[in-house]
């Protein structure tokens, strides 16, 4: 049988028209895709990473709510430890008053006592202002937590490892601060002001409001105050500020130290403001190196702990030969406040 080419060159009997299976196919494919290739299936959507799993979307209202709870929950602990504070206003308002006595007993006050003035005096300030006042460092710890609690849900997973050492760090520096107000900072100021007219036809009668009132403003503002190394890490955790950024600034930072300590301070004489800004100043570089820290770990590189620890060491050894040394050689013996030996 004769057989011709067509046109797309395949060979066929005359009279029949058989078209080739692949080119009929590959029409088909072009008429149906609309001239290109078949497009490939989407990829499927990417899993929530490790960083953000277990992160909670929460509205405006869901966190005035979550706002609200933990408030009421701070408010509650703060009242039990002002309960529990209660049964001993006798023994703690003795603590409080302690430097009182022994700055007039110094300044040959007798009796050294402080006075009530106002019928109400004593019991607004012992059975009152004195337990909430204990109750807060008491209840520092719980406080804290639920701070933490009501941010962590906002933090990443590898975030939220913090909350142990944020809680720990954050309520032992804040009783550090009360205890270093107590036995150094405030003992001096008060041995300042009320000597400050003995002598000059002056005999100091102090109030116990007015008393409690400066104890409490220097307690609470050293004690907050305690507070900036964590305040540094948690900058340098959200990268508002990097150690580097800090160390080069530092002048400025210890310029503003001073002025705190100046408004911190209830005398006007350099020395206490000193006794009180040379410890913000360490505070300051402590929370550097805990940024620092933050910083290598994020870069995987290690700290030379070993080296430093070392160093530190023989420094302390050397410090404490110097220490016996001294103590020895001038017969000085250990008190329990500021500069803790005496002769």
């Known amino acids: 049988m004769a057989s011709r080419e067509d046109d797309n060159g395949a060979q066929t009997p005359t009279g029949k028209v058989t078209p080739p299976p692949r080119t009929v196919t590959a029409v088909t494919t072009t008429r149906a895709t609309g001239g290109g290739r078949t497009p490939p299936p989407p990829d499927p959507p ?40 209660f049964t001993f206003c006798s023994q703690l308002w003795r603590l409080i008053a302690a430097p009182a006595v022994e700055a007039l007993t110094a300044l040959g006050i007798k009796p050294p006592t402080l006075k009530a003035i106002t019928p109400m005096e004593q019991f607004n300030v012992i059975w009152v202002k004195l337990p909430f006042l204990c109750a807060l460092f008491i ?7 639920q701070v933490w609690a009501f941010i962590s849900p906002g933090l990443y997973k590898r975030e939220r490892r913090y909350a142990v050492p944020f809680i720990l760090t954050s309520a032992g520096l804040f009783i550090m601060g009360g205890a270093f107000a107590y036995f150094v900072a405030f003992r001096f100021a008060l041995t300042f002001l009320l000597g ?12 116990i409001s007015e008393y409690f009132d400066l104890f409490v403003n220097v307690t609470l503002g050293v004690a907050l105050v305690f507070e900036m190394p964590i305040l540094i890490f948690f900058l340098t955790l959200l990268r508002i500020v990097s150690p580097a950024f800090l160390v080069r600034h530092s002048r400025y930072a210890i310029l503003g130290i001073f002025i705190i300590a100046a408004i911190v301070t209830p005398t006007p004489d350099a020395f206490n403001m000193l006794l009180f800004a040379l410890p913000m100043c360490l505070l300051f570089y402590v929370g550097v190196f805990a940024g620092y820290l933050l910083v290598l770990k994020r870069e995987g590189r290690r700290f ?40």
């Open 139 to 145: 209840a520092s710890p719980w406080v804290l937590y």
């Open 46 to 85: 990417d899993p929530p990473g490790d960083d953000e799993d277990g992160m909670l979307r929460m509205s405006f209202l869901d966190h005035l709510t979550e706002l609200r709870s933990r408030i009421i929950k701070m408010v509650m602990g703060v009242l039990v430890a002002m309960v529990v504070s």
């Open 196 to 207: 400050i007219g003995v002598g000059n036809y002056v005999d100091p009668m102090v109030s």
């Open 304 to 343: 030379p702990w070993l080296k430093v620890l070392t160093i530190v060491g023989f420094v302390l050894v050397i410090f404490g030969g110097l220490l016996y040394f001294a103590a020895v050689h001038y017969k000085l013996h250990p008190v329990p406040h500021w500069p803790f030996l005496r002769r």
